[in-house]
């Protein structure tokens, strides 16, 4: 059984940071995009960040860009997110995502494997 297990949310206030982390289990993600996305109380579902296999190649959403990092260890099976400078129009629960390709990719349906999610709360 595949999964993906999200740790690393929180409360914390704005301009701090968080480390959120993404464990999969149940099959090798090394040939995969990895992806997070983030959905806040009444809205969709969004695309955050994502890295192609080999961790070469980077994609942002505009408002998190030059605040958030994504890195991932194939050895480990892992993704993370590195979030810093939090605004509260961070809070969300935030997903990880592993996709069906190699490329990285902000399209949700590209993705077939999901997380639970991990809830993320920046206060002002």
């Known amino acids: 059984q595949v999964q993906l297990v999200e740790s690393g949310g929180g409360l914390v206030q704005a301009g701090g940071s968080l480390r959120l982390a993404c464990a999969a289990s149940?099959?090798?993600?090394?040939?995969?995009?990895m992806g997070w996305f983030r959905q806040g109380a009444g809205k969709e579902r969004e695309f955050v960040a994502a890295?192609?296999?080999?961790?070469?190649?980077?994609l942002y959403e505009d408002s998190v860009k030059g605040r958030f990092t994504i890195s991932r260890d194939n050895a480990k099976n892992t993704v993370a997110l590195q979030m810093n400078s939090l605004k509260p129009e961070d809070t969300a629960v935030y997903y990880c995502?592993?996709?069906?390709?190699?490329?990285?990719?902000?399209?949700?349906?590209?993705?077939?494997?999901w997380g639970q999610g991990t809830q993320v709360t920046v206060s002002s």
């Open positions: 890295i192609n296999w080999n961790g070469d190649m980077k």
């Open positions: 995502a592993g996709g069906r390709y190699s490329t990285a990719s902000g399209n949700q349906r590209v993705y077939n494997y």
């Open positions: 149940g099959r090798t993600f090394s040939n995969s995009a």
